[in-house]
T-cell receptor
């Protein structure tokens, strides 16, 4: 069964460093998403991406964040200058169609900022 | 501010019983409703989606939606210890963006 994959599974970084989280969405899906979940808290939407551009973004997705689809398979989230409060689980998701459509989540990347 | 409220639990039920999980939402324009299961340290896994008022059944799971009361629930029949997890309610309006509740922790004890 097709699935969303994410690398790395864990990332430890120093405050102020840049990190890139990678995702490979399901191959026939056209809509991609990033979410984060701080430990013990709710899943929060960051950004959606379609046709090589951002469709929607939340207040969390400020200038330190960026997304890119560098090739036909990968979808990346870059955090330019990490802060302690960026420590969270980051989930990538994809869907075949947009509104109302089921989103399939990847296994997540656990980011720890020291 | 769109809100999705769930009782954090834990909800503890014996094996074989029916577990009832509830969710209320604030945005009357919400159109799509989802239940996800999340095991500790893992990603959300979709269990059910429901779009219109009434019940929708899939195996041991039944989702119930009442838009007038802004209420969606999930029933799990014949609960198994493997059902022990956190259940997330997610609600979408006309956009791509789902709003998640904090989740209800379910414990099914043998």
């Amino acid at each position: 069964e097709p699935e969303v994959t994410q690398t790395p599974s864990h990332q430890v970084t120093q405050m102020g460093q840049e990190v890139i989280l990678r995702c490979v969405p399901i191959s026939n899906h056209l809509y991609f998403y990033w979410y984060r979940q701080i430990l013990g808290q709710k899943v929060e939407f960051l950004v959606s991406f379609y046709n090589n551009e951002i469709s929607e973004k939340s207040e969390i997705f400020d200038d330190q964040f960026s997304v890119e689809r560098p090739d036909g398979s990968n979808f990346t989230l870059k955090i330019r200058s990490t802060k302690l409060e960026d420590s969270a689980m980051y989930f990538c998701a994809s869907s075949e169609r947009p509104r109302g459509e089921t989103q399939y989540f990847g296994p997540g990347t656990r980011l720890l900022v020291l | 501010q769109k809100e999705v409220e769930q009782n954090s639990g834990p909800l503890s039920v014996p094996e074989g019983a029916i577990a009832s999980l509830n969710c209320t939402y604030s945005d009357r324009g919400s159109q799509s409703f989802f239940w996800y299961r999340q095991y500790s340290g893992k990603s959300p896994e979709l269990i059910m989606s429901i779009y219109s008022n009434g019940d929708k059944e899939d195996g041991r799971f039944t989702a119930q939606l009442n838009k007038a009361s802004q209420y969606v629930s999930l029933l799990i029949r014949d609960s198994q210890p493997s059902d022990s997890a956190t259940y997330l309610c997610a609600v979408k309006g006309g956009s791509y963006i789902p709003t998640f509740g904090r989740g209800t922790s379910l414990i099914v004890h043998p």
